[in-house]
């Protein structure tokens, strides 16, 4: 058992410059931690309390675990300044890397946004070993990688004031921090690195990529959001919208001492404008031909656009910098990447009718079904074990929004009207990417996009379970674009 305090910290991102930071303070075994990575067993019983010592309300949301509601972290559950919250639950999903963050209603984005988030990590037998197999020790060969993006201010305090056209749009930062890091790097021999990365930022969709140079490297995506996958996929680009993780590995077994590598974001399309009225007249970095610039335009690897200000705002779809990746030492290494990951069984085909969700914007709100949140009532009801079909379907005059799913995981079966600069890094007859295999729990809608989900409403709780459905944008989030989901006894 443990205690999480929720609570301001002053914390030195920018050199030289401590300032308030909302983070999760552990104190365990004469150590303190700030946003502690938990490290759990599957089949391990969690005992936890969360003792809220802001001056608002807060609640903790495990993010992708399966947990009955009580311990899911809705906000109805959200609790006062100064009140605690007890947390009891065994992990039952399989190894993964999961994370948590706060969820009071209406406060998320920005609690979130100020500090509060990091990551869950579950192993099992099928975790261990590839562990073993590739010779990984989490934090030296098996790195955890946090992207957020972030404005400061001159005194190198956190910035959350959205505009009103940036509640629509999602908030953006003019600084992307790699584990709360600016100008991240890390020092690595020539083997096989894999890299654990969530997508932490409130709104910002990163094209992820490595290169060296002018030249994009082949990684491999081991894992999405619920686990291993069960083979490596090849890919050179993998999007990554809010809320989503990405399990890869990199081969540096043929790099030389000295040589660099950098993980960034290439530049993209956001689609921000597809709505017209109301939202950003701006595709972010792209030509006004539509055609992606250098991948080396956009941020530097001092965390600032070339010739940007302090708090100017990196347009979503810039091309960016993350993380450089220093070849320092040769080393002989030996283990080869396993043909088979894991046992991931194919989705079975459903004779059901779709239950069809509409995504859309009116008077300045997005909405899901026509509707925005009412904390008290549960616009869909399922039946407990019911094996659904999901037909998400995003207007065409709208945005890409993550659509995240509390208390259960799905299986993407097929995108169909997905945008051109998506085709890249199809895997699958169905229009699938690497981000859409295995098990998810938050899946990105491109704006004229239908993407199908298969989900499977079988728990083992008593009576009846309500949980969430919404966009991981965390300004929408906020706004109300989500919905209850009454799972019924």
Same mark, same amino acid.
């Given at each position: 058992?443990?205690?999480?305090?929720?609570?301001?910290?002053?914390?030195?991102?920018?050199?030289?410059?401590?300032?308030?930071? +909302?983070? $999760?303070?552990? @104190?365990?075994?004469?150590?303190?931690?700030?946003?502690? &990575?938990?490290?759990?067993?599957? *089949?391990?019983?969690?005992?936890?309390?969360?003792?809220?010592?802001?001056?608002?309300?807060?609640?903790?949301?495990?993010?992708?675990?399966?947990?009955?509601?009580?311990?899911?972290?809705?906000?109805?559950?959200?609790?006062?300044?100064?009140?605690? $919250?007890?947390?009891? $639950?065994?992990?039952?999903?399989?190894?993964?890397? $999961?994370?948590?963050?706060? /969820?009071?209603?209406?406060?998320?984005?920005?609690?979130?946004?100020?500090?509060?988030?990091?990551?869950?990590?579950?192993?099992? #037998? @099928?975790?261990?070993?590839?562990?073993?197999?590739?010779?990984?020790?989490?934090?030296?060969? #098996?790195?955890?990688?946090?992207?957020?993006?972030?404005?400061?201010?001159?005194?190198?305090?956190?910035?959350?004031?959205?505009? !009103?056209?940036?509640?629509?749009?999602?908030?953006?930062?003019?600084?992307?921090?790699?584990? +709360?890091?600016?100008?991240?790097?890390?020092?690595?021999?020539?083997?096989?690195?894999?890299?654990?990365?969530?997508? *932490?930022?409130?709104?910002?969709?990163?094209?992820?990529?490595?290169?060296?140079?002018?030249?994009?490297? !082949?990684?491999? &995506?081991?894992?999405? #959001?619920?686990?291993?996958?069960?083979?490596?996929?090849?890919?050179? !680009?993998?999007?990554?919208?809010?809320?989503?993780?990405?399990?890869?590995?990199?081969?540096?077994?043929?790099?030389?001492?000295?040589?660099? &590598?950098?993980?960034?974001?290439?530049?993209?399309?956001?689609?921000?404008?597809?709505?017209?009225?109301?939202?950003?007249?701006?595709?972010?970095?792209?030509?006004?031909?539509?055609?992606?610039?250098?991948? /080396?335009?956009?941020?530097?690897?001092?965390?600032?656009?070339?010739?940007?200000?302090?708090?100017?705002?990196?347009?979503?779809?810039?091309?960016?910098?993350?993380?450089?990746?220093?070849?320092?030492?040769?080393?002989?290494?030996?283990?080869?990447?396993?043909?088979?990951?894991?046992? +991931? !069984?194919?989705?079975?085909?459903?004779?059901?009718?779709?239950?069809?969700?509409?995504?859309?914007?009116? #008077?300045?709100?997005?909405?899901?079904?026509?509707?925005?949140?009412?904390?008290?009532?549960?616009? &869909?009801?399922?039946?407990?074990?019911?094996?659904?079909?999901?037909?998400?379907?995003?207007?065409?005059?709208?945005?890409?929004?993550?659509?995240?799913?509390? *208390?259960?995981?799905?299986?993407?079966?097929?995108?169909?009207?997905?945008?051109?600069?998506?085709?890249? *890094?199809?895997?699958?007859?169905?229009?699938?990417?690497?981000?859409?295999?295995?098990?998810?729990?938050?899946?990105?809608?491109?704006?004229?996009?239908?993407?199908?989900?298969?989900?499977?409403?079988?728990?083992?709780?008593?009576?009846?379970?309500?949980?969430?459905?919404?966009?991981?944008?965390?300004? /929408?989030?906020?706004?109300?674009?989500?919905?209850?989901?009454?799972?019924?006894?």
């Amino acid at each position: 058992p443990f205690t999480i305090v929720a609570k301001s910290v002053q914390h030195v991102i920018l050199e030289g410059k401590p300032a308030p930071l +909302l983070a $999760y303070q552990v @104190e365990q075994d004469g150590n303190t931690w700030i946003n502690p &990575v938990f490290r759990v067993r599957r *089949g391990t019983t969690v005992r936890t309390k969360l003792w809220n010592a802001l001056d608002e309300s807060t609640i903790i949301h495990w993010h992708g675990l399966k947990v009955d509601a009580n311990n899911d972290g809705h906000p109805h559950y959200a609790i006062a300044a100064g009140a605690t $919250y007890d947390y009891q $639950y065994s992990v039952i999903n399989r190894a993964g890397t $999961y994370w948590y963050h706060p /969820h009071p209603h209406e406060l998320t984005a920005k609690q979130a946004y100020l500090g509060m988030a990091s990551l869950y990590i579950v192993e099992d #037998d @099928e975790e261990f070993a590839l562990q073993r197999a590739l010779d990984l020790k989490l934090g030296v060969t #098996d790195i955890p990688l946090v992207i957020q993006d972030k404005k400061f201010d001159e005194q190198g305090r956190l910035v959350y004031a959205p505009s !009103e056209e940036e509640k629509v749009n999602g908030y953006v930062g003019d600084t992307v921090l790699v584990n +709360l890091t600016p100008r991240p790097h890390v020092n690595a021999a020539t083997r096989l690195y894999r890299f654990r990365i969530l997508n *932490g930022s409130n709104a910002r969709a990163y094209r992820l990529a490595f290169a060296q140079g002018d030249r994009q490297l !082949e990684y491999a &995506v081991i894992g999405t #959001d619920g686990g291993l996958l069960d083979r490596p996929y090849p890919v050179k !680009e993998a999007f990554l919208s809010p809320g989503e993780r990405l399990d890869v590995l990199l081969d540096l077994r043929r790099a030389a001492v000295g040589d660099a &590598v950098i993980l960034r974001s290439l530049a993209f399309d956001p689609m921000h404008a597809e709505s017209g009225a109301g939202m950003a007249m701006d595709h972010g970095a792209m030509g006004s031909q539509g055609q992606s610039p250098s991948p /080396h335009a956009g941020m530097a690897m001092d965390g600032q656009a070339p010739g940007a200000s302090p708090g100017t705002a990196l347009p979503d779809g810039a091309a960016i910098d993350l993380l450089r990746i220093n070849v320092t030492s040769k080393t002989a290494y030996v283990p080869r990447v396993p043909a088979t990951l894991s046992t +991931l !069984e194919p989705v079975k085909a459903l004779d059901v009718t779709p239950r069809e969700f509409l995504l859309d914007l009116k #008077d300045g709100r997005w909405r899901i079904n026509g509707k925005v949140f009412e904390m008290m009532k549960t616009p &869909v009801v399922v039946k407990r074990g019911a094996s659904e079909v999901w037909e998400i379907r995003n207007s065409e005059r709208s945005m890409p929004h993550p659509m995240h799913l509390h *208390g259960f995981l799905f299986r993407v079966l097929a995108r169909t009207g997905s945008p051109e600069q998506l085709k890249g *890094g199809v895997v699958n007859e169905q229009g699938l990417t690497a981000t859409d295999l295995g098990w998810k729990d938050t899946v990105l809608v491109w704006p004229g996009e239908t993407v199908r989900v298969a989900v499977d409403f079988s728990h083992p709780y008593p009576g009846d379970q309500v949980y969430l459905f919404h966009c991981h944008n965390l300004e /929408h989030e906020d706004q109300g674009m989500m919905i209850n989901i009454k799972a019924q006894s």
